[in-house]
């Protein structure tokens, strides 16, 4: 085995549903306050609408082009609104819900220390320095061999060619992908010749798809890629 390759919200990162939440009520704030529960619930559905797509076409949407779409859908420049909120708002402002795994540092290293080089692959609307921002933050950037967003590629996960990406950017023949969504990750990778680890949680419904493996916390880790490089 060469390389561990990890999803990042709900896998590195502790899962938490409202994503851009704080972004879209900051500008939303910003363009009318006295509608601010109104536009977050549309600019909310704006986003949740771009991630349905990409369960059928598999492209990426990039923020410039949800910010226009937003921006259509409730008639205000969404984009220079968002612009205007980030020059005076830190980024951990805007999103204090954030952080990683308590163990994920550890388990990384442990995996280092393995012998094995370390990717990420997120899904993500985000551009890179957003996430870039928290992992400097709370000190896994620097684990992390390659980092790659969809945010800058034309396709997403469960899509082969982003997780070939990865590979040929370690570079690594044998990996494993850990992820919390069967679907998007352990059957994405699978399908991109990749062994899949699956992160146990309630909120995947995909149970017909069989991971190579189970985890339920990220120190399991380490012994399940064992146990995948040997057998």
């Known amino acids: 085995m060469d390389a561990v390759i990890f999803d990042w919200g709900g896998t590195l990162s502790v899962w938490t549903d409202v994503d851009m939440e704080d972004m879209w009520r900051l500008a939303a704030r910003h363009i009318a306050p006295e509608r601010e529960d109104e536009l977050v619930a549309t600019l909310i559905a704006v ?16 923020l410039a082009d949800l910010l226009a779409e937003a921006s259509a859908e409730i008639h205000a ?50 551009p890179r320095h957003f996430h870039e921002h928290f992992l400097e933050r709370d000190g896994l950037a620097e684990l992390i061999d390659a980092r790659f967003y969809t945010s800058e590629m034309d396709h997403v996960k469960p899509d082969a060619r982003a997780f070939r990406a990865v590979l040929d950017s370690l570079p690594a023949r044998r990996a494993v992908f850990v992820g919390d969504r069967r679907y998007d990750d352990v059957w994405g990778a699978q399908q991109a010749g990749i062994k899949g680890v699956w992160v ?24 399940v890629v064992a146990r995948l490089a040997a057998g």
């Open 47 to 62: 986003e949740e609408r771009s991630w349905r797509r990409t369960r059928t076409d598999r492209r990426s949407t990039r």
């Open 200 to 223: 146990r949680n309630s909120r995947d419904l995909d149970a017909h798809i069989e991971p190579d493996g189970v985890i339920d916390r990220l120190t399991d880790l380490p012994e």
């Open 77 to 126: 420049d969404v984009a220079a609104a968002v612009l205007e909120e980030a020059a005076v708002h830190h980024l951990d402002t805007w999103t204090p819900h954030i952080r990683h795994v308590d163990d994920a540092a550890a388990t990384i290293r442990h995996l280092r220390d393995m012998g094995l080089r370390i990717g990420l692959l997120s899904n993500t609307h985000w």
